[in-house]
């Protein structure tokens, strides 16, 4: 089946600056790459998405790169911001279903 | 647009007795609901995949007796906790597939937080 690592396990960085979450996953069938962000005590929200026909995909500050050949992507922030502070999930594609990473959580220091 | 509800967003009962959650997605069809468990810092569980109409399919583990999934419709699915216990206490969460740009992507509840006494 399906098996997906992300890494770092959590991340601290001062406002400002860029973070880079890495995931890698095992099924080369796996055709779609959600990112999703949680907040305490809350449901996970989709904060953006990649194809495995595409590359690199960009909104505003965040982006995501996917690598096919190696099975890796990223999840890029830039200029990051308090409120960009959160558990971040990556997730793969698998039949219907998705397999998830067992998140980052990232801390955005004033 | 892709709104998802989840109610009630927290309940409290006591041992023995069921609970029923229901996942709404508001604002569009779902032709696939999800059910998920989520531990304290931990990453998220699939408990169970539901097409509407048709039962659902339970992942390997999560007793189908216990946690019972009706998905009646293509706008709802219910989850009830059956006969619950303190070990059931958890924050469940849904979701649904099917929205307005995309037929895979996932969107999510807010989850629901259960605590058995």
């Known amino acids: 089946g399906e098996n997906v690592e992300q890494h770092p396990s959590t991340l601290s960085v001062q406002e400002g600056d860029s973070a880079v979450i890495k995931c890698t996953y095992s099924?080369?069938?796996?055709?779609?790459f959600p990112w999703y962000k949680q907040e305490l005590g809350k449901g996970p929200q989709l904060i953006i998405d990649i194809r495995s026909n595409v590359g690199e995909k960009k909104d505003q500050r965040i982006a995501v790169t996917l690598n096919k050949t190696a099975k890796h992507f990223s999840l890029h922030i830039t200029e990051t911001q308090p409120e960009d502070s959160a558990v971040y999930f990556c997730a793969a594609s698998y039949g219907q279903n998705f397999v998830f990473g067992p998140g980052t959580r990232l801390s955005v220091l004033p | 647009g892709a709104v998802v509800s989840q109610h009630p967003s927290r309940v409290i009962c006591k041992s023995g007795t069921s609970v029923k959650i229901e996942c709404r997605s508001l604002?569009?069809?779902?032709?696939?609901m999800f059910w998920y468990r989520q531990f304290p810092k931990k990453s998220l569980m699939l408990m169970a995949t539901s097409n509407e109409g048709s039962k659902a399919t339970y992942e390997q583990g999560v007793e189908k007796d216990k946690f019972l999934i009706n998905h009646a419709s293509l706008t709802l699915s219910t989850l009830t906790v059956t006969s619950a216990h303190p070990e059931d206490s958890s924050f469940y969460i849904c979701s649904a597939k099917g929205g307005p740009s995309s037929t895979d992507t996932q969107y999510f509840g807010p989850g629901t937080r259960l605590t058995v006494l």
């Open positions: 099924d080369s069938a796996s055709n779609y």
């Open positions: 604002d569009f069809q779902a032709t696939t």
